[in-house]
């Protein structure tokens, strides 16, 4: 049994499976989510919840953030019976939202101010990942926390990496949601022109899984565009929005550039969709 107590803000569709992960290992975990109706099937488990951030801190020895943007991870932090509220030390706050390196280094100096600790440690990987434990982690702080965190992150986690000090995670982390935009936008431009020459999506998609270009992604997105399938994975919105964290942090690379372009312009339609609903809009082109 492991006695370190858990705190788990956010219960999304990754938040889910990743705090189930440390349920699985036997961590006393409670949670905390706005909608409070999604803490529903962890009561039925009998998980504690919490009215706030604020009690949720005040009970945990670390507290685990998975969220949408930087407007929740203010809220969270600052807001009416927000964590910093709670007055408390000697806790470690992760953030594994992705989110900004500013906010992070933001929340940082003012959990230090009050004697804790702030780790931001976005991952890698979608829903599938979340659910086996093989998300790959990025974290950013101070070197003595992240290896206090460590055997925590490495229940959610194959790899929890720290890549340096504080928004260095957020930063890796919007690199590579860089490439994953570059990414899903190739795949889909590839579908596009193979079709408009006659090549069907499926043969398409069964060269590239047995050539040097076939990877875990474009399998799972290909099969997505093969069955016509855009229940989001991971919502296009998502890709839209670290886009432009990416743009903020000074993007200015030549398919940079065009991801981002296409993105923003699928994203009020697609947004919901799945980030590969991308062919839609280049489709449309």
């Known amino acids: 049994m492991n006695t370190t107590k858990i705190g788990w803000i956010g219960l999304g569709k990754m938040g889910v499976p990743m705090s189930q992960q440390l349920i699985k290992a036997g961590y006393p975990v409670s949670v905390y989510n706005r909608s409070k109706d999604k803490e529903d099937s962890f009561k039925s488990m009998g998980i ?4 706030s951030p604020a009690l949720l801190v005040q009970n945990s020895d670390v507290v685990i953030i998975m969220v949408s943007d930087d407007k929740a991870i203010n809220d969270i932090f600052k807001g009416d019976n927000g964590l910093l509220n709670a007055k408390v030390s000697g806790k470690i706050i992760i953030n594994m939202s992705t989110v900004s390196p500013a906010i992070s280094k933001e929340m940082a100096l003012l959990c ?5 600790h702030y780790l931001d440690a976005p991952v890698s990987g979608s ?5 086996d434990g093989q998300l790959v982690i ?4 101070e070197e003595k926390a992240f290896e206090q965190a460590k055997p925590v992150l490495e229940k959610i986690g194959r790899l929890a ?3 340096g000090d504080t928004g260095a995670g957020n930063t890796a982390k919007l690199v590579i949601n860089t490439l994953l935009g570059v990414y899903a936008q190739g795949l889909a431009e590839a579908v596009v022109f193979a079709g408009q020459n006659g090549i069907k999506n499926t043969d398409l998609l069964t060269l590239i899984n047995n050539s040097a270009l076939g990877s875990p992604f474009i399998k799972i997105k290909g099969d997505a565009i093969i069955n016509d399938n855009y229940n989001a994975a991971f919502a296009l919105k998502h890709i839209a ?3 432009r964290l990416a743009k903020d942090l ?3 690379t030549p398919l940079g550039e065009v991801a981002f372009k296409t993105f923003q312009e699928a994203e009020p339609a697609l947004g919901e969709q799945d980030i590969i609903s991308v062919i839609k809009q280049i489709n449309k082109q």
């Open 112 to 116: 230090e101010k009050q004697g804790n």
């Open 48 to 51: 504690a919840t919490a009215l």
């Open 138 to 141: 990025m974290v950013g702080g």
């Open 241 to 243: 929005k670290d886009l």
């Open 161 to 163: 990496m720290r890549v």
């Open 127 to 131: 829903v599938k990942q979340a659910e």
């Open 250 to 252: 000074g993007l200015a």
